[in-house]
């Protein structure tokens, strides 16, 4: 759990807006288009979260997810091996290590449930703050990242409904396959390539 009031939210929209994937696939992809040299880098999601309540376990959920969709990129996170706040800085160094095995650096797309606004999905440039929300001192994570309101109050994250939890989840891993999708085939630099050929 988390809160980062740094910088404002590029995307703003409730997992039940039929746009909410989009949105979240679009707004991934320029972020990563405008990161310097961006060709250089390969995306990795890193999803964090304990199973032992049903909000905080936003992160594992959208792993479970993608690995039931069949994503085919890297991921570090889900219902059976979780990110959370004893293993998180190893889980960094796994995340790091799988875009390297790729001969790419690595840019990570983090995912973690927040304390406030239920419902609502925030799309944010620069790090996240693991465990801030609870006063937890962790290694801030990622180029840009993805949170999830679970509950008005830090207590109340153990209580999240698990239909929100899950249906939240699914939205994220959705925009996340749709930006990879993007990725994997090229078309997210279809556009510059055009234009840097003279072809646009």
Not at 29 to 42: I, L, P, S, T, V
Not at 158 to 169: C, E, I, P
Not at 181 to 193: K, N, P, T, V, W
């Given at each position: 759990?988390?809160?980062?009031?740094?910088?404002?939210?590029?995307?703003?929209?409730h997992?039940?807006?039929?746009?909410?994937?989009?949105?979240?696939?679009?707004?991934?992809?320029?972020?990563?288009?405008?990161?310097?040299?961006a060709?250089?880098?390969?995306?990795?999601?890193?999803?964090?979260?304990?199973?032992?309540?049903?909000?905080?376990?936003?992160?594992?959920?959208?792993?479970?997810?993608?690995?039931?969709?069949?994503?085919?990129g890297?991921?570090?996170?889900?219902l059976?091996?979780?990110?959370?706040?004893?293993?998180?800085?190893?889980?960094?160094?796994?995340?790091?290590?799988r875009?390297?095995?790729?001969?790419?650096?690595?840019?990570?797309?983090?995912?973690?449930?927040?304390?406030?606004?239920?419902?609502?999905?925030?799309?944010?440039?620069?790090p996240?703050?693991?465990?801030?929300?609870?006063?937890?001192?962790?290694?801030q994570?990622?180029?840009?990242?993805?949170?999830?309101?679970?509950?008005?109050?830090p207590?109340?994250?153990?209580?999240?409904?698990?239909?929100?939890?899950?249906?939240?989840?699914?939205?994220i891993?959705?925009g996340?396959?749709?930006?990879?999708?993007?990725?994997?085939?090229?078309?997210?630099?279809?556009?510059?390539?055009?234009?840097?050929?003279?072809?646009?």
């Amino acid at each position: 759990m988390s809160r980062d009031g740094a910088r404002s939210p590029v995307v703003d929209v409730h997992f039940q807006d039929p746009t909410a994937v989009r949105q979240l696939a679009r707004a991934l992809g320029d972020q990563f288009r405008a990161h310097a040299q961006a060709e250089r880098y390969f995306p990795v999601f890193f999803l964090v979260g304990a199973t032992s309540s049903t909000g905080d376990s936003l992160g594992p959920f959208t792993g479970w997810f993608l690995k039931r969709k069949g994503f085919t990129g890297e991921y570090v996170g889900d219902l059976e091996n979780p990110v959370h706040a004893t293993n998180l800085r190893g889980r960094l160094s796994e995340a790091r290590a799988r875009a390297l095995r790729r001969e790419k650096l690595p840019y990570l797309i983090a995912v973690d449930a927040a304390v406030g606004r239920p419902g609502r999905l925030t799309l944010t440039p620069g790090p996240l703050r693991p465990g801030a929300a609870m006063g937890k001192n962790l290694p801030q994570v990622g180029q840009v990242h993805i949170m999830g309101g679970m509950a008005n109050f830090p207590f109340m994250i153990w209580f999240a409904g698990l239909d929100q939890t899950v249906g939240m989840a699914e939205v994220i891993a959705d925009g996340l396959m749709a930006f990879w999708a993007d990725y994997e085939s090229g078309r997210l630099f279809g556009r510059r390539q055009m234009l840097q050929t003279g072809l646009a």
